[in-house]
């Protein structure tokens, strides 16, 4: 099978050229600082005495900032990791010896895929299960519903990805990465957008975030996801990146997973048209 | 033993043309890189592909192995249309801007390209040390692919190009970045797959290697053939005769003209072409008869070189 012998040569490509170990690194540098954080917060609440139910509310507090960085963490790992594997490829000329091969394209493409899609899985596994492990271990706090965010999170993260590899397969590498990034800052000033609708009831604001998040909705699955984990007293704050105010719906989400799909055979079918 | 392996995996009759191609055409928006390809590649032939900068070579090379999608025309590749992914199983391609993934050794690099051939891996485990030591790399097995100068990049693509015994190899530039030695290594193994049967199709700037190679060469000039040789036979067609002679006179320069294709004379020194060997008796008659004195008549093979620049013209600095 051609896509398998590809997927495993871009997980030993991401492991020789220190990415995978230098990603994993970041994520357990960022585990390190978390646990550093809720350790002197106990701390504190030992100290003075805190009562438990504020210590509770705060120390959730703390975990969905926690996740909330996992997950701007994980989008950006998967952006910028997958940024120049198609590019590059083209432009170095590399991909001329592999697609002369006799494997179809739409293998080598989806092979590359599937590595750079399990090595997000990885990361998001390491990080956003790492910081709930080290929440409920040090504060006893865990998210209300984990494995739906945790999900939603690697949605977002793949869906991220997809778009990265679309626009690899015509755009150079600077070019690409300019526009994921610029599309996922898009989805996030979309996301603040109907947060503050909800808080000053602009219809006008709702419409434009909603337009924005179809555009690109990375974001949307983000405050899904920060909406089924979080506390009830986290859901009753206006105005934060977890906010309740305007939570995307079920049918957003499949918005999203069909946003995917459809980005991942675009992709495909661009791969499979251009001249190399 | 490795050599009747080879020999079994050649599946064309000898008969039908390992290439072939009706009036092949690609356009990058308003830019036509190959106009008119009209070709036909005899197998278990070494054949030049030869042509300035420019010309459409590469971009022949790349839409007669599906990397580019030709604009219009047609054309069959071991007697598949261009592109069969089944068929690649049987071609063998060192681009010529060869690159491959630096982080790997170069035994691993043959592996991925034997398992993305297909190859079972008892198979592989024969064939990479057997490739590595026909490319004198074996001493390097060790060393990253990255470490590795424009030469040793030259030899482990030849190697990668070889290494599923293809019926047809193509070659762009293979001997670009190689020392005389290396040139040589690289002409011996061109030959040694000709002689199981492959057909290799060579790219190359480098004339003199074409020459002491192939078996045939086409000229492409603007994204067309312009003329295709029998390496053999051209030693059988025009001749440059170089004449030291005194009191030429024009007239007899005139009647020249019937048997040479071009007649230049400065002072006392004449250059010209003649059509063939045979009629250079006929022009050291012609000279005889004009009265002139001569000093010395000359006649030289013309070299692939000659026939080259005289087909492309002027150089326009691509």
Redo the contacts between chains.
């Keep these: 099978m051609?896509w398998w012998?590809i997927t495993k040569?871009t997980f030993r490509?991401a492991a020789?050229?220190k990415i995978l170990w230098t990603a994993m690194l970041t994520g357990v540098g960022f585990l390190a600082l978390f646990a550093l954080a809720l350790h002197f917060q106990i701390g504190d609440f030992d100290a003075r005495g805190t009562a438990p139910f504020v210590r509770y509310q705060i120390l959730d507090a703390m975990l969905m900032v926690g996740l909330y960085v996992v997950d701007l963490l994980a989008v950006i790992m998967a952006i910028l990791t997958a940024v120049d594997t198609i590019s590059g490829e083209i432009t170095?000329?590399?991909i001329?010896?592999?697609?002369?091969?006799?494997?179809?394209r739409w293998q080598i493409f989806l092979g590359k895929w599937l590595g750079f899609a399990a090595m997000t899985a990885a990361f998001v596994a390491l990080t956003f299960g790492g910081t709930i492990l080290v929440s409920y271990a040090m504060g006893h706090v865990a998210p209300e519903h984990p494995w739906e965010g945790g999900w939603l999170v690697l949605l977002e993260c793949l869906l991220a990805l997809t778009v990265t590899f679309f626009f690899g397969t015509r755009f150079s590498t600077l070019t690409n990465g300019v526009l994921v990034l610029g599309l996922h800052g898009l989805a996030f000033m979309g996301g603040w957008l109907e947060q503050m609708s909800g808080f000053t009831e602009s219809a006008k604001l709702v419409m434009t975030g909603i337009i924005v998040s179809l555009l690109m909705p990375s974001e949307a699955i983000w405050r899904r996801a920060a909406f089924d984990m979080q506390s009830p007293l986290a859901a009753a704050l206006p105005f934060s990146p977890f906010a309740s105010t305007s939570i995307p719906s079920n049918l957003m989400i499949g918005y999203g997973a069909l946003y995917l799909l459809i980005a991942l055979f675009a992709a495909l079918f661009s791969f499979y048209?251009r001249?190399? | 033993m490795a050599s009747q392996k080879r020999g079994k995996t050649l599946r064309t009759a000898a008969s039908t043309p390992a290439i072939e191609t009706r009036e092949l055409r690609k356009q990058?928006g308003s830019k036509v890189a190959v106009r008119k390809l009209t070709l036909t590649v005899p197998s278990g032939s070494i054949f030049g592909f030869l042509g300035p900068n420019g010309a459409g070579k590469s971009t022949s090379i790349?839409m007669l192995?599906?990397?580019?999608?030709p604009t219009s025309g047609e054309g069959t590749v071991l007697g598949a249309p261009a592109g069969d992914?089944?068929?690649?199983?049987r071609?063998g391609?060192?681009?010529e801007?060869?690159?491959?993934?630096k982080?790997?050794t170069p035994a691993e690099l043959l592996r991925?390209?034997g398992?993305?051939?297909?190859m079972e891996g008892a198979l592989l485990k024969e064939k990479i040390p057997e490739m590595l030591e026909l490319v004198a790399l074996s001493r390097h097995r060790d060393k990253r692919v990255g470490e590795f100068s424009k030469g040793m990049l030259q030899r482990i693509?030849l190697a990668?190009a070889l290494i599923h015994d293809p019926d047809l190899i193509f070659l762009d530039e293979p001997t670009s970045g190689l020392d005389p030695m290396g040139r040589k290594l690289v002409r011996d193994i061109i030959r040694a797959q000709r002689d199981r049967g492959a057909t290799v199709v060579l790219n190359s700037h480098l004339l003199g290697e074409v020459e002491i190679t192939c078996d045939n060469v086409s000229f492409l000039k603007d994204g067309e053939i312009v003329a295709t040789h029998d390496i053999k036979t051209l030693a059988a067609e025009e001749v440059r005769v170089t004449v030291h002679a005194r009191n030429f006179n024009r007239a007899a320069g005139a009647k020249l003209s019937s048997v040479c294709t071009s007649v230049r004379v400065e002072g006392e020194n004449i250059t010209l072409t003649a059509k063939s060997p045979n009629e250079l008796p006929e022009i050291y008659r012609l000279f005889a008869a004009s009265g002139a004195d001569v000093y010395s008549f000359v006649p030289e093979k013309l070299s692939l070189e000659d026939v080259f620049v005289r087909l492309m013209g002027e150089d326009r600095g691509l």
Excluded at chain 2, 115 to 118: F, P, S
């Design positions: 051609g012998v040569v490509e020789r050229k170095s000329g590399t001329h010896a592999i697609a002369t091969k006799p494997i179809p048209l001249d190399l | 990058f790349k192995l599906g990397l580019v999608k992914v089944a068929t690649r199983r071609i391609y060192l681009p801007h060869f690159q491959f993934y982080w790997l991925l390209h398992d993305l051939c297909g693509g990668q």
